[in-house]
């Protein structure tokens, strides 16, 4: 596995944690209107973009081997 490889699983598996809880969150938000609905989304990806950035900077090309596995174990990727 590559570190851009890695990259991208990270970043999918940092949303998909974000889309669970917001459905998760689902009745809670239910009383927002469409546009602060779409605002939730927005900032929560906006979140998970900024947390995804710093590992990501890291992760390039020549990411030794047992540093991408520490991280696909750590994230469970």
Do not use: Q, W
Not at 28 to 51: C, F, M, P, Q, Y
């Amino acid at each position: 596995m590559s570190g851009p490889t890695v990259s991208v699983a990270l970043r999918y598996r940092f949303d998909a944690i974000r889309r669970a809880e917001v459905e998760r969150l689902d009745k809670k938000l239910r009383g927002l209107s469409d546009d602060d609905r779409r605002s939730v989304e927005a900032i929560t990806a906006d979140i998970i973009h900024a947390i995804a950035c710093v590992p990501e900077r890291a992760l390039h090309e020549g990411t030794p081997e047992p540093a991408l596995n520490a991280v696909v174990r750590l994230f469970a990727l």
